[in-house]
């Protein structure tokens, strides 16, 4: 497992406060932030520690941007440093620690204020362990939770992360398995029960018996050439000539014959083959949820609710332990509502991941083993990995 990792913004070197002592900031960087950072397990990195050849300003704005933490030294209101921590308020939501000498504290920029900064005492040394401390416990409720801390987000809650977006190419299973001292009798359980990241394009999952599809209340699957997951799965599961070409749309058609009406109520699920994905795939059958319904003519869809969308959870497991013309044991869901313009993405997949959590804690006899969520680009994919490491029931089995 890959260790996550700090950028450290301060100054170096000597430099003097607003009263003209000097701060040995790399004493500040040695004794106070390093061991503060790296008792959480956090690999820290300040840029003058950066090895290799290339631009130095590449790799500090890369980390400055992708860096799972940072902390930021504002003492002396260097100019470089606000600098640097604009960048990241802009680009990061979440897990940027402020620190600062007491003298600054009492004059820092109005821009600021209202943020939560910790200070320490340059000239008090015995005052570092309680600052140690502090940094420590923030980083670790910070990876823990996701909380927002950038005012730049804070004011516009709308703002979307730009960083982490790009497709992840390669595919990567990342485990988790529920512990269990949890279950009065272990002999109970129908194998190890585990809940799971499938990062990457979902192209290349295999092996997983039941794909969930996300549909309106219309269950009009994507056209072919759709950004949707929709269409990627009924172009994948569709017979095609040696051209590529449509002879058969399975899946769209077996939807169609499944529907006695115009709509479906939300949460609705219909279950059909998954033509050739079955050969290609692994997939032994598409569960399509209704989980989205149109605003009016012309105004697109709305997601819907927490409540609908953890029943979709649910019910789609116990779908799965109650049919009895086929039985599986793994299912993949698509982050139902992190598309949601109104909802932060770590909020929606903190409660899909625990409604999974729970559906085991609570049936631990389910015919299901295997709950995993598809997570296409990094910033989902990492807040897939801080929703399940954040779970307590729940512990990471190495790849």
């Given at each position: 497992m890959?260790?996550?990792?700090c950028f450290?913004i301060m100054?170096?070197?000597e430099?003097p406060?607003?009263d003209d002592?000097?701060?040995d900031f790399n004493m500040?960087?040695q004794?106070i932030i ?12 300040r840029?003058?520690?950066i090895?290799g050849?290339?631009s130095?300003?590449k790799?500090?704005f890369e ?8 902390v ?14 604009g960048?990241r308020?802009?680009?990061?939501p979440?897990?940027?620690v ?6 600054t504290?009492?004059?820092?920029p109005?821009?600021i ?6 200070s320490y005492n340059?000239q ?5 362990e309680?600052t140690r ?5 923030y980083?670790g409720?910070?990876?823990k939770t ?5 005012p730049?987000?804070?004011?516009i809650?709308?703002l979307?992360v730009s ?7 390669e595919l990567?299973?990342i485990r988790y398995?529920?512990k269990q ?5 272990v002999?109970?359980?129908?194998g190890k029960?585990?809940?799971?990241i499938?990062a990457?394009?979902i192209?290349?999952?295999?092996g997983?018996d039941?794909w ?5 209340v219309h269950?009009?699957?994507a056209?072919f ?5 929709s ?8 017979e ?5 070409q ?8 077996a939807l169609?014959g499944?529907m006695d009406g115009s709509?479906?109520?939300t ?5 059909t083959?998954?033509?050739k994905?079955?050969e290609t795939?692994?997939?032994?059958r598409i569960?399509?949820?209704?989980t989205?319904?149109g605003k009016?003519i012309g105004?697109g ?5 927490e409540a609908?969308r953890?029943?979709c959870i ?7 332990d109650h049919?009895?013309d086929?039985?599986?044991?793994s299912i993949?869901f698509?982050?139902?509502?992190a598309?949601?313009?109104d909802e932060r ?6 409660t899909?991941?625990e409604t999974a959590?729970?559906y085991f804690v609570n ?17 989902e994919?990492d ?9 307590d ?7």
């Amino acid at each position: 497992m890959k260790p996550k990792n700090c950028f450290v913004i301060m100054p170096f070197g000597e430099k003097p406060d607003q009263d003209d002592l000097p701060v040995d900031f790399n004493m500040v960087y040695q004794e106070i932030i390093k061991p503060a950072v790296t008792a959480t397990g956090v690999e820290c990195v300040r840029s003058d520690e950066i090895e290799g050849a290339g631009s130095i300003h590449k790799e500090m704005f890369e980390r400055i941007c992708y860096a799972d933490i940072a902390v930021v030294d504002i003492s002396i209101l260097n100019p470089n440093v606000f600098y640097e921590l604009g960048v990241r308020h802009a680009l990061n939501p979440f897990s940027t620690v402020i620190i600062g000498d007491q003298k600054t504290i009492e004059n820092i920029p109005f821009n600021i204020h209202g943020q939560r900064i910790i200070s320490y005492n340059y000239q008090n040394k015995s005052s570092y362990e309680t600052t140690r401390k502090e940094i420590t416990s923030y980083i670790g409720e910070g990876l823990k939770t996701g909380k927002n801390d950038s005012p730049v987000f804070e004011n516009i809650p709308k703002l979307k992360v730009s960083k982490g977006k790009e497709p992840i190419k390669e595919l990567k299973t990342i485990r988790y398995r529920l512990k269990q001292s949890l279950l009065g009798n272990v002999l109970s359980l129908k194998g190890k029960k585990v809940v799971g990241i499938k990062a990457g394009t979902i192209r290349n999952v295999k092996g997983v018996d039941v794909w969930v599809n996300t549909e309106s209340v219309h269950m009009q699957m994507a056209r072919f050439y759709d950004k949707r997951l929709s269409g990627i799965i009924r172009y994948r599961g569709a017979e095609k000539n040696e051209e590529g070409q449509i002879i058969k749309d399975t899946i769209a058609e077996a939807l169609y014959g499944k529907m006695d009406g115009s709509v479906v109520e939300t949460g609705t699920i219909l279950v059909t083959t998954a033509g050739k994905l079955s050969e290609t795939n692994d997939v032994e059958r598409i569960f399509h949820i209704a989980t989205t319904m149109g605003k009016a003519i012309g105004e697109g869809y709305t997601d819907v609710p927490e409540a609908t969308r953890t029943s979709c959870i649910t019910n789609a497991l116990e779908k799965m332990d109650h049919t009895e013309d086929f039985k599986s044991n793994s299912i993949l869901f698509p982050l139902i509502g992190a598309s949601n313009e109104d909802e932060r993405l770590e909020d929606v997949v903190k409660t899909l991941c625990e409604t999974a959590t729970n559906y085991f804690v609570n049936n631990s006899n389910s015919s299901v083993n295997e709950i995993y969520f598809l997570a296409r680009t990094k910033a989902e994919k990492d807040a897939c990995v801080r929703a399940l490491e954040a779970i307590d029931r729940l512990r990471r089995l190495e790849t």
